[in-house]
């Protein structure tokens, strides 16, 4: 076969569709590589949905576990009739002349003030009508959740 004659047969096969898989093939690739390409992306957006949404999550557990700390050391608080020390020994905590101070780690159990991840500080003021500020804070002194709590002793104050 000469040179002319195999171009000829060449030419024939690309005018009969003889190629027709070739294309086909070409075509399917293309499609796959489409379908991968909008899999990929989508991946990558849930994986950030995913992130947020786990950060979000740690936030809130660390909101809620404020909250009931607070809210358990307002109980304490007027349970004590106004003591920081009292209120202090029943959260578990330690207490400064008016100021009582517990320290959680990161699961929320009461620990020691060099484990602690969280601390609660409830500083209390007032005669009859004794008033505690409750705030609770992070390692990085980021305030979570903070309440007023009030109790009357009508002796004067503590008992």
Known sequence: MTERTLLRAMRGAAQTGKDL???????????????????C???AVCTGLLAVS?????STAALDGAAFAC???AD???????????????????????????WYDADWTVC??????????????GGALRKAAICVTDARE????ELTAAVYAPQGGVR
């Open 21 to 39: 898989p070739d294309r086909k093939s070409r075509l399917f690739l293309i499609e796959f590589i489409a379908a991968l390409a909008v899999f």
């Open 54 to 58: 786990c950060k979000q999550s740690r």
């Open 142 to 145: 980021t305030v979570l959740f």
């Open 71 to 73: 809210a358990s050391c």
């Open 112 to 125: 020691a003030e060099a484990d602690a991840v969280y601390t609660l500080t409830a500083q209390a003021e």
């Open 41 to 43: 992306v989508a991946a």
């Open 76 to 102: 304490s608080f007027k349970a004590a009739g106004g003591d920081a020390a009292a209120c202090a020994a029943l959260c578990g905590g330690a207490a400064d002349g008016e100021t009582a101070r517990v």
